[in-house]
């Protein structure tokens, strides 16, 4: 099998290309006029052919004096770096302002009460379940995935169970925040992640046993050889000891940012690829785990493997170009900053919709006197209720949805029974709550 196609960029050497390199750094910066940080396979096209090399050595220059090591180093021993061009420092100022500090602000505006937030939380974590396991091959449709993590049903093939995974891996992450990394919380993110599945023959919570695994690019050649399956052990102890490692900037401590540090976590995962399959769902929660242990509470709220999904080239790529151009990571670290910030403005237009559809069903309530009667999960519940008529609910999908016991769910369940706004009957020994058809009639007509 042919190697990748991503061309190498021309190589900077010192002294040798020094008189070449002077005369053209005022010409160039390390991002372009836009603030793009452009790999040699982009620049050579933006600049004049006849001076492509040298105006690349000159901006090559500008970057290596601007180059921090993060203590990581690649199978041959070459460090890992990356720089923060004022593009990047701007990116991560925006990103900040919306999930640093007072992290819970935007959760809370859009959730007026602890049982809306816990819904968000809920149902977004979900959202990035399904789309995680999308971005790994899962071809469940989102309705039928949606419904079996509601119902907490167990899976009925291994797309569906990559979903359920998914899903556990996220609240462990969460649970686990608090955590420093260690290898067997490496390898317990990757028995959820793969439990009860199959590809690559992969033995879920096990690291590798051979180098027959390889990462292909989009036209089946390999953009990528992971280091020996010998080595994987002591390579992630010094990951460990990277996340664990104190990179506040206070007391003499080098100062890394935190969404630095995540992204940096999500990228080694994939650059070792420890595992035969399920390297990359470890990383994104590995990249959740970093943001929430840093307390970052938003990133509860957002799915990045959505936008993923949506560029697997830009994904793919964003990792070739650190390895081909000297284990620069800063190209990856802009590919994932991007991703965050369309992720925040994604999570903005769902609680917009989200709150567009519960003030809705809220003003029609509020003309009944059972308005003042329900919390939000009723009437999120009669929302649900008024989109689908006839749909069918139990106590333990309306748990898993909102985050609440079972009892207390069949409670809210049953002041709707008692409301005659749901009915209810017994599927075997479950009791379950129907939607009636004529409910959006009712509630536009009757009062209670």
Known sequence: MAKSRVEKPPVLSIPEDFEVVIPLLEKCDVTDSDGRYLHWSQFKWRVPKENAENLW?????????????????????????????????????????????????????????????????????????????????????????????????EPVDEDERMILNNYLLLKYAEQNSKNTLTLDMILEFHRIATAGTSGNNVIPGQFRQHNDIYIEDGDGNIAHQPPDFSTIENRLLKLCEFANKNHTGIEGSDFIHPMIK???????????????????????????WFMLKSDYILFKYISISKLLREKPREYGLSYLYTEKDSNDLTYFIYFQLDTIHKAFDEL??????????????????????????????????????????????????????????????RSYLTKLVEMKLFFSTKDGRTIIYIAPSELLSKLNGKKA
């Not at 900040?96 to 859009?110: E, L, Y």
């Not at 995540?262 to 929660?285: C, K, Q, S, V, W």
């Open 348 to 409: 903005k237009k769902y609680l917009n919709q989200k709150a567009t559809e519960f003030q809705k069903i809220s003003e029609v309530l509020e003309r009944t006197s059972w308005g003042s009667k329900l919390n939000f999960i009723q009437k999120d519940l009669i929302k649900k209720a008024v989109k689908e008529p006839g749909r069918v609910f139990s106590a333990k999908e309306v748990s898993s949805s909102y985050s609440v016991s079972e009892n207390t769910a």
């Open 262 to 288: 995540a992204i940096t976590l999500h990228f080694m995962i994939g650059y070792e690829h420890p595992f035969r399959d399920g390297n990359g769902r470890t990383a994104r929660a590995l990249f959740y």
């Open 57 to 153: 050595k000159a901006v090559k220059f500008k970057r290596m004096s601007q180059y921090k090591p993060i203590g990581l180093f690649d199978e041959n021993g070459a460090p890992f770096v990356y720089c923060t061009p004022h593009s990047m420092e701007a990116i991560l100022y925006q990103l900040v302002k919306v999930t640093g500090g007072n992290v819970g602000a935007v959760a809370d505006s859009a959730a007026s009460d602890s049982l809306q937030s816990r819904f968000l939380v809920s149902s977004l974590i979900m959202e990035e379940a399904i789309t995680s396991a999308q971005l790994e091959g899962a071809s469940t449709t989102r309705e039928v995935a949606k419904k079996m993590l509601e119902e907490g049903r």
